[in-house]
């Protein structure tokens, strides 16, 4: 289902008219954004990325902003009696980011290159299956960067539709462990790409 409804949305901005674009200097614009959640570790399963943004123009290339998502993510364990699922893990990534705009004169589309420094904050839930076989999980919040590049597409002259691809490097981390030596058993990266689309609105 989450598949289909970010394809559904990938789909409904391509069909949208495309305007001029707009001088975004000392402006301010919103967005918010879908996309999936791919996560480095093989245990951890896909997901849809909800995210919000705010940022400021300073000049024509130039932009400062702060973003912050939320997904729920499941994923696989594996303690000594076998491969079974383990609890679901939110996962919540926030960032201070600086934008670089690529000037396009009156083309409606503006490509450009974010990058970003913040925090990951997560937060386990436990399940009966881990518990009944001797097992648990823990999660480390931890600093997070991001690299990313996009495109803004403007429909008109308060609205714009963009698409982003990028990739998060953190130090958080989820563990599996006994829960009676309190041992670990495994140890998965949360670093993740991810890769959506969405709307901005820009204000006066």
Not at 65 to 76: A, L, M, P
Not at 91 to 107: K, M, N
Not at 154 to 163: A, H, K, M, Q, S
Request: no cysteine; aromatic share 12%; net charge negative.
């Amino acid at each position: 289902m989450k598949k289909k409804s970010f394809i559904a949305g990938l789909l409904l901005l391509l069909t949208m008219n495309a305007f001029a674009g707009p001088d975004r200097s000392q402006r301010w614009d919103m967005g918010f954004d879908m996309a999936r959640y791919d996560g480095r570790s093989n245990n951890l399963g896909e997901s849809l990325l909800l995210s919000g943004s705010v940022s400021y123009g300073m000049n024509e290339m130039l932009a400062l902003g702060v973003s912050g998502g939320y997904t729920n993510v499941g994923f696989t364990a594996n303690p000594a009696s076998g491969l079974i699922e383990g609890s679901d893990l939110t996962v919540t990534p926030l960032f201070g980011e600086l934008i670089l705009r690529v000037p396009t004169g009156d083309q409606p589309f503006t490509p450009y290159f974010v990058g970003g420094l913040g925090a990951m904050l997560t937060h386990p839930s436990g399940t009966d299956e881990l518990l009944r076989n001797n097992a648990n999980t823990r999660s480390h919040d931890a600093f997070a960067g991001k690299v990313g590049g996009g495109l803004d597409w403007r429909v008109n002259d308060r609205w714009l539709y963009n698409f982003e691809i990028g990739y998060v490097s953190t130090g958080a981390r989820l563990e599996v462990f006994n829960t009676s030596t309190g041992a670990q058993i495994e140890s998965n990266d949360l670093d993740f790409w991810y890769l959506g689309g969405g709307v901005k609105y820009v204000f006066d």
